[in-house]
């Protein structure tokens, strides 16, 4: 019995070792540590609009499976993975259509959240179709949105989530800015036009920021992955306006969802 039990030992001991020298017991450990429920929820920036490849299940939502958060998964084999962002969602849709999959079992939540409550579209059509001082001053009012309104709509979205999935890690991502100034653009919105635009995103995503922040949540600014692919860029990661599928009008390529988003979300995930 006696010389069992040190037979025994010796093979435990013999058997670490060799978990040891081949990293059997590190890939052990790292499978178990991505053996986690991932949701990702949000907008048409997160549903992957402008990237293609769309899912025909999700409709008018626009699910791409080369949006980050598919990419994340794909690459990562979390346990599970529920994908409910949506195509021109508000923090009203959120709170009504795409928090069902979280509970006290999620670990991961990803968003991008905030720009069509701000005005987006109407900026860009605005814009686009009116005068200089007409988009400025458009801007300007979705900038008083942002200060006086946007921050309690995000914190009733921020407060759902901790609330429904009290343990996870929530990573709030912003949006690039839009144009290279200076750039290649020969025709379309005046420089002053596309400076203003590119301070309406980093105003918004300052606002985001420290919401998200004040939840104890991790934001990922988008702008620096997205420096020099901007529209005007000669390399843009952005489509520019299509009159042919407006839609897809300013959001990102698959490029952009691939080198732009992807690094941002998986550096904080």
Not at 178 to 192: Q, T, V
């Amino acid at each position: 019995m006696k010389l069992s039990r040190i037979a025994a030992f010796s093979s435990s001991l013999l058997l670490g070792a060799v978990l040891a020298l081949t990293g059997a017991g590190q890939a052990q450990a790292s499978d178990s540590a991505l053996a986690l429920d991932y949701v990702a929820l949000g907008d048409s920036y997160s549903s992957g609009v402008g990237a293609g490849s769309y899912d025909s299940a999700s409709g008018s939502c626009k699910r791409s499976t080369k949006a980050y958060p598919k990419l994340w998964a794909a690459a990562h084999s979390p346990s599970s993975f529920a994908f409910t962002a949506c195509s021109g969602a508000r923090t009203g849709d959120v709170l009504a259509g795409q928090l069902g999959p979280l509970s006290s079992a999620t670990d991961l939540v990803s968003i991008t959240i905030g720009g069509n409550d701000a005005g987006f579209s109407d900026v860009m059509t605005t814009c686009v179709l009116q005068s200089e001082s007409s988009c400025i001053n458009r801007i300007n009012q979705a900038k008083a949105y942002v200060d006086t309104t946007l921050p309690g709509k995000l914190d009733s979205v921020y407060s759902a989530i901790s609330s429904k999935a009290p343990a996870a890690r929530v990573v709030v991502l912003g949006y690039p800015r839009f144009y290279k100034l200076g750039g290649g653009c020969i025709a379309g919105l005046s420089e002053n036009e596309r400076a203003a635009i590119n301070g309406a995103a980093d105003y918004l995503n300052a606002a985001t920021a420290k919401r998200a922040a004040d939840h104890g949540y991790s934001f990922g600014d988008a702008t620096p992955a997205f420096s020099g692919h901007e529209i005007c860029s000669g390399s843009a990661w952005l489509h520019s306006l299509n009159w042919l599928n407006i839609g897809e009008s300013y959001h990102p390529t698959a490029s952009g969802q691939s080198g732009g988003y992807l690094p941002v979300f998986s550096s904080r995930a």
